[in-house]
């Protein structure tokens, strides 16, 4: 057993949610290629929407369609995301994906979410680089985050490493998500806690308000409003 996570590469360790040494050239060949199309893709034109879709698809290859990424965008390896169809991904987001970010169907990301998978040791000694027998390592790991379909994460969200978000949520402005999730739920805080389950209550018939050029409000705002007039 010994034998077979010596020849265990670095990159394989570290896709694999092990301590690796992120020092090691083939990791950093990998992201540095990743830091270079991400590079490219924030400096085109803002009108070359085909360049700016090639350049993410090289960035990142598993993907689905009908995805829109907003300038800029960071990401650390690329090959470490998935996401599937109707993606949007607004300003200045950054994907630290040291560990797996699988991300489903029709999910929204507001201005500058963070999602950061790596981890460091607690203790100092054990997290600064230093020299071992076999030579210089600056060890760290990773946890794998999970975002699951139809989630809509707002601006200003961070996303730490091991959480998953079950479907149909929704991550209020500024949260910071230390802990899984469950679907269906409107949660906020930091750390991120669930504030209720999203229900009917919260419909708009978003169809009907538009076409009526109305204030957008849910069945529950509009309970509200009611007896607020009431007792006025």
């Known amino acids: 057993m010994e034998d077979i996570e010596k020849k265990s590469t670095d990159l394989e360790r570290m896709k694999g949610a092990r ?6 050239k083939q990791v950093f060949l990998k992201h540095a290629r990743a830091l270079m199309l991400s590079d490219k893709f924030n400096r085109a034109r803002v009108w070359n929407v085909p360049r700016q879709k090639r350049l993410i698809k090289k960035l ?3 993907h689905g369609k009908n995805f829109f990424f907003m300038q800029s965008f960071r990401c650390e ?6 996401f599937g169809d109707d993606l949007f991904v607004n300003f200045d987001c950054i994907f630290m994906d040291v560990a797996p970010i699988k991300i489903g169907n029709g999910v929204m990301f507001g201005p500058r979410v963070t999602i950061a998978t790596p981890v460091h040791p607690l203790l100092a000694d054990e997290r600064i680089i230093q020299q071992y027998p076999d030579g ?3 060890l760290e790991y990773a946890k794998p985050v999970t975002i699951e ?3 809509w994460v707002a601006s200003n969200v961070t996303i730490c490493g091991g959480v998953t978000i079950g479907e149909n949520s929704v991550i209020c402005a500024g949260s910071v998500v230390t802990k899984d999730i469950p679907a269906g739920c409107l949660a906020g805080g930091v750390p991120c806690k669930v504030i209720r389950h999203l229900d009917e209550q919260d419909r708009m018939n978003v169809l009907q308000t538009y076409n ?4 957008p409000l849910s069945a529950r705002d509009r309970a509200k409003l009611k007896a607020d007039i009431k007792e006025n």
């Open 212 to 215: 009526k050029n109305e204030i």
């Open 19 to 24: 301590l690796y040494n992120c020092t090691d």
């Open 136 to 138: 210089y390592h600056d």
């Open 60 to 62: 990142i290859p598993n």
């Open 77 to 82: 390896y690329g090959f470490n995301i998935s």
């Open 149 to 151: 379909d139809s989630v």
